[in-house]
């Protein structure tokens, strides 16, 4: 779960804080105080031990045992973590003790094997706790061995009272520490709510918001830079306003629509003429977005996914586009073909938004089409004229034709075969004159 509110946050931090803390004393305690008591222990206990055995020999090889036993009852009552003191003869018999009830047989279970360093430790685990054995040889084991209990569950207890007393002290250092935390937050988050209110004014679109600053600490410092961002923000508004005041007024009297896209795809500036050709306002576009209203389709009328759209996607390419096989859809639903040269914008190497020009070429793919047209029915006009050319072999005489395949044809045949021409007959005067000169005078 996320913490959302910075004074919860400073709360659950020095509370988490201060638990660690308590945690790393109880581990340090419960390790490192633990082992140097434990290693006292066992210096105390083979101090002892060494120290009876020493006072034990004159006793022990005079048979004084009585003057033994007082010996070790005494030097038992004389120290509380003390549970017991026995010692054995050459022969292995206890001839001294501090057991009330009598000794107790398991004991002699005891090793008495010794180590190099002259004394050995054996751990016991009875029903009150750990004793610690410390068994020292007399005379090298030749007289006998001494034997000392220590009990070490004292340690145990004292280190559990220690860690208890610790982990009070850590729940009141908790308990004054999170009250200072939430002074603490308190004192830190006002000044930044009240830094929040102006923040979200200005976000709002209010530039005229100043904080009042009488502050001269960080969040005093950080007010003075919101009010310098604030007054520098005012600048850039004014200035882009300005800039896009002339903008407007130089493209205004354009004939051809034209709007700038960032690389989010939010139309940024539309002139008079975009709007006017596509029916729709600038904020209608960015609203629903621009190429799902008005560039979806192609020029077939089959749709055009917004990944297939070369508009869209000069900036991505970083490369222009031209094209005079585009449709735009209006705000009416009605298409019509456009011209477009879409370019892109760079910003330090990179670019970052396009600059789209386009015209409505109606009239102009109409006259294209109607001189198609014209072109069409030209060409159909032309194969059905039946020209006649190259050489042609005529008779001297009879003015007959041959055609390709040396047939000789009359020459009225020939051209109607080869042409629409077609031949009605008469004759010329001279052909007249020759033949009719009865009919045919010179008055005539």
């Not at 999170?178 to 002074?183: D, K, Q, T």
Request: some cysteine; aromatic content about 8%.
């Amino acid at each position: 779960m996320r913490i959302k509110h910075l004074q919860t946050k400073i709360l659950a931090g020095t509370i988490g804080l201060v638990v660690l803390l308590g945690l790393a004393v109880v581990i340090f305690v419960k390790i490192v105080v633990y082992e140097k008591l434990a290693a006292n222990l066992e210096k105390r206990g083979v101090f002892i031990a060494r120290t009876v055995a020493g006072d034990s020999v004159n006793p022990l090889l005079t048979e004084k045992f009585f003057e033994l036993g007082m010996m070790v009852k005494d030097l038992k009552a004389s120290e509380e973590d003390i549970e017991y003191i026995f010692i054995e003869n050459a022969h292995g018999d206890v001839v001294a003790h501090t057991f009330e009830h009598g000794f107790p047989m398991d004991l002699k279970k005891i090793n008495d094997a010794v180590n190099g360093r002259g004394y050995r430790i054996e751990r016991l685990e009875t029903e009150k706790g750990t004793i610690l054995d410390f068994g020292v040889p007399l005379m090298r084991g030749g007289a006998g061995f001494v034997h000392v209990g220590m009990a070490e569950y004292p340690i145990k207890q004292d280190v559990g009272a220690i860690i208890g007393l610790l982990l009070g002290i850590v729940f009141v250092v908790l308990i004054a520490g999170s009250g200072l935390a939430v002074v603490l937050a308190a004192a830190i988050t006002k000044p930044v709510k009240e830094l929040a209110r102006p923040v979200t004014a200005v976000g709002g679109g209010d530039l005229e918001y100043t904080i009042h600053n009488h502050r001269s600490d960080e969040i005093g410092q950080l007010g003075d830079a919101f009010n310098v961002m604030i007054k520098k923000r005012k600048e850039a508004e004014q200035g882009l306003r300005a800039s896009e005041k002339k903008l407007w007024d130089i493209t205004a009297n354009l004939a051809e629509g034209l709007y700038v896209m960032d690389g989010q795809g939010t139309i940024r500036f539309m002139n008079p003429e975009a709007e006017r050709l596509l029916g729709w306002t600038m904020e209608e576009l960015n609203e629903k977005g621009a190429h799902d209203l008005i560039h979806f389709r192609r020029e077939d009328g089959t749709k055009l996914p917004l990944e297939e759209c070369e508009i869209h996607n000069v900036i991505n390419k970083g490369t222009s586009f031209v094209s005079t096989e585009e449709v735009f859809v209006r705000k009416d639903g009605t298409t019509f073909p456009i011209s477009v040269v879409s370019s892109p914008v760079f910003e330090n190497g990179r670019a970052v938004a396009s600059v789209t020009a386009f015209r409505d070429i109606t009239e102009r793919k109409a006259l294209e089409q109607e001189r198609e047209q014209l072109i069409i029915d030209h060409m159909e006009a032309l194969s059905q004229i039946k020209t006649l050319s190259g050489m042609l072999p005529i008779c001297a005489s009879c003015k007959r034709i041959r055609d390709d395949k040396g047939y000789w044809n009359q020459i009225e045949s020939y051209i109607q075969q080869h042409s629409e021409a077609e031949f009605s007959h008469g004759l010329c005067p001279e052909c007249a004159k020759m033949i009719y000169p009865k009919y045919y005078t010179d008055k005539t």
